[in-house]
């Protein structure tokens, strides 16, 4: 069976930090790649060209799906209320969850795990930095604000569209924003608990998100001094036949 599975080359765009170590060092580190659990992009076929390289390149390697935070998505765009949401979330992941970890036994790897939120969603440490981002979000301007941008660069199209389509006036849009906003915060709160609890070097196929660059950067001195941030890296790989082009 694992014969079976096409070797494609990955191609490595950009790696930073810790990630250049990782690549020179192979088994070294721990890795870690969040997976969007509605985009295209990661479908199994992608994913296997994932799994097989990180379990090369790292001692161990976790993919993580972002499930219960696109309740969120689901609870805007969809009109759904919060418990349909995070049914749908969750269904969605289950079933990512088993196309991926069929790609695992094909593969013969095991060095390589697949996470869902609610297997650390209650954990101390990763609450811990949920609560302080989000206290941050609130009190720091320039962080609530580069949280806005990044999302915008993300779903901004979408989010006209909603609008235009709904005719939705800007002080609703400005409420619904802030939900989404949830997304984002949840989604770094898990990258940076990662990161700093045992896999310090994330894979993405794309540019690393930028918040967190400016975190780890000291570009927000109060909340990186406070969330005590350490050492990452990350690398910014995608398979030969495929490039993912937006967060």
């Given at each position: 069976m694992k014969n079976e599975i096409t070797q494609i080359p990955m191609i490595i765009e950009q790696q930073t930090a810790l990630g250049t170590n990782a690549l020179l060092n192979p088994g070294k580190y721990n890795g870690f790649m969040g997976i969007s659990i509605q985009h295209k992009f990661f479908a199994p076929k992608r994913m296997q060209y994932y799994i097989e390289w990180g379990s090369k390149v790292f001692k161990n390697f976790a993919i993580v799906l972002m499930d219960d935070p696109d309740r969120y998505n689901f609870e805007v765009?969809?009109?759904?209320?919060?418990?349909?949401?995070?049914?749908?979330?969750?269904?969605?992941?289950?079933?990512?969850?088993?196309?991926?970890?069929?790609?695992?036994?094909?593969?013969?790897?095991?060095?390589?795990?697949?996470?869902?939120?609610?297997?650390?969603a209650d954990n101390e440490e990763y609450k811990n930095i949920l609560r302080q981002l989000k206290e941050f979000s609130v009190s720091d301007q320039s962080f609530h604000g580069d949280l806005r941008n990044l999302m915008?660069?993300?779903?901004?199209?979408?989010?006209?569209?909603?609008?235009?389509?709904?005719?939705?006036?800007?002080?609703?849009?400005?409420?619904?924003?802030?939900?989404?906003?949830?997304?984002?915060?949840?989604?770094?709160?898990?990258?940076?608990?990662?990161?700093?609890?045992?896999?310090?070097?994330?894979?993405?196929?794309?540019?690393?998100?930028?918040?967190?660059?400016?975190?780890?950067?000291?570009?927000?001195?109060?909340?990186?001094?406070?969330?005590?941030?350490?050492?990452?890296?990350?690398?910014?790989?995608?398979?030969?036949?495929?490039?993912?082009?937006?967060?």
């Amino acid at each position: 069976m694992k014969n079976e599975i096409t070797q494609i080359p990955m191609i490595i765009e950009q790696q930073t930090a810790l990630g250049t170590n990782a690549l020179l060092n192979p088994g070294k580190y721990n890795g870690f790649m969040g997976i969007s659990i509605q985009h295209k992009f990661f479908a199994p076929k992608r994913m296997q060209y994932y799994i097989e390289w990180g379990s090369k390149v790292f001692k161990n390697f976790a993919i993580v799906l972002m499930d219960d935070p696109d309740r969120y998505n689901f609870e805007v765009f969809n009109s759904l209320n919060a418990d349909e949401a995070l049914t749908k979330a969750r269904n969605i992941s289950d079933e990512k969850k088993r196309s991926y970890e069929k790609l695992i036994t094909a593969l013969q790897t095991d060095n390589v795990r697949i996470l869902q939120f609610r297997d650390f969603a209650d954990n101390e440490e990763y609450k811990n930095i949920l609560r302080q981002l989000k206290e941050f979000s609130v009190s720091d301007q320039s962080f609530h604000g580069d949280l806005r941008n990044l999302m915008r660069m993300g779903i901004g199209g979408k989010l006209k569209e909603m609008q235009e389509s709904r005719n939705i006036p800007d002080s609703e849009m400005r409420d619904t924003i802030e939900v989404l906003l949830n997304y984002a915060i949840e989604e770094l709160a898990s990258i940076i608990y990662f990161t700093e609890y045992g896999y310090p070097i994330e894979v993405d196929p794309t540019i690393e998100f930028t918040t967190k660059t400016y975190l780890y950067d000291n570009n927000f001195p109060r909340i990186s001094q406070s969330l005590a941030l350490t050492n990452r890296g990350h690398i910014y790989a995608h398979p030969e036949c495929a490039k993912k082009d937006t967060y």
